[in-house]
């Protein structure tokens, strides 16, 4: 099977093709969040939302992604700077909750997964958070055709809207539906169609 394209920058730890900077919403909504909070990153790869939650202070984080090299860069960036992550390699498929989280975090990665597996991941998910518990979803829906650098692996993209129809018992803080333009090294300028949700349990 080909290699998806984010996997060569895992390998290098100066490299960070979705920025090192975490996702804006992570840093506009962080202030709800207590420093003692269980934090779930799902498909971190190589860790830019966890990386800099455990600078802000954040103790309890658990992230996984299925990528070795990802998480290996992971783990050498989170030693060298003493930051408690608690990173696995594992695929939704493959993670089994054994707690509670007040924060579940996934930035592009539902899309990667069949529509029927990231659902009851979700469902999962929604099982295994607290009350007052948040999760941050962003993934790509079908309003635009994948992209050729995605179309191999995006097989589960969401249908525009249908992310919030999963999430009608909790209390929507933010949802967005909006197209984007981006560019990767070797990968000309492209469009993507993204939804992103901000919801609490309640
Ligand atoms: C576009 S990257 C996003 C990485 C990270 N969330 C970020 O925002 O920088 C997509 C990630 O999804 C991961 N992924 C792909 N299939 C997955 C699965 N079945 N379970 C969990 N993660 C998966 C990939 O390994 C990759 O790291």
Redesign the pocket.
Known sequence: MKI?F??KA?KNDKT????SSP?KTVTEFENLFDKNGVIL?????????AVYLARQGFENIDA????ED?IEKLKRISNKEKLKINAQV??????NFEKQYDLV?????YH??PEQ?WKSFILKAQQNTKRGGVHII?MFNDSLPPTPD?AP?AVGMAKDGELKDLYKDWEILQFLSYEFEEEHPGVPLHKHASNKLVARKI
């Open positions: 998806p984010w996997e895992f960070f093709l979705f920025g996702n990153d799902i498909g971190c790869g190589d860790g830019k939302n996984f992604d299925p990528s990802a594992k695929s939704l498929q493959e993670f975090l996934s930035f592009g990665v990667f997964v597996e962003q995605i692996y």
